[in-house]
């Protein structure tokens, strides 16, 4: 199993947050937004184009998604559960 970050933040960003956070995965910095619309999660929130929803997505070793979450702005992902379905496939 591996585990990715992405963001619109710059990769310098990423580097002070995961330091900052102590992460041990990669985190993608999505700097031209390809991600977030290839993942159909951009949306213009205060003017600010592309902006992403905040999202996890489980994506299978053949590349498919298998499993999609969406969250408000002031939510935080559980950890656990996203784990724990990583494990089930």
């Known amino acids: 199993m591996r585990i990715f970050a ?14 900052q956070q102590w992460l041990t995965y990669p985190l993608l910095s999505d700097w031209s937004a390809a ?17 992403p929803v905040r ?3 489980l994506v299978g070793g053949d590349g ?6 969406r969250y408000a ?4 992902p559980d ?8 494990h089930e496939l």
């Open 73 to 76: 702005d002031d939510e935080v």
């Open 55 to 57: 999202s996890c997505f």
């Open 6 to 19: 992405i963001s619109r933040d710059s990769p310098y960003s990423h580097t002070r947050y995961a330091e």
């Open 35 to 51: 991600a977030v619309r290839a993942f159909g999660v951009s949306q213009n929130l205060e003017g600010l184009e592309d902006t």
């Open 64 to 69: 498919v998604v298998r499993k999609t979450w």
């Open 79 to 86: 950890v656990d559960e996203l784990l724990d379905a990583a």
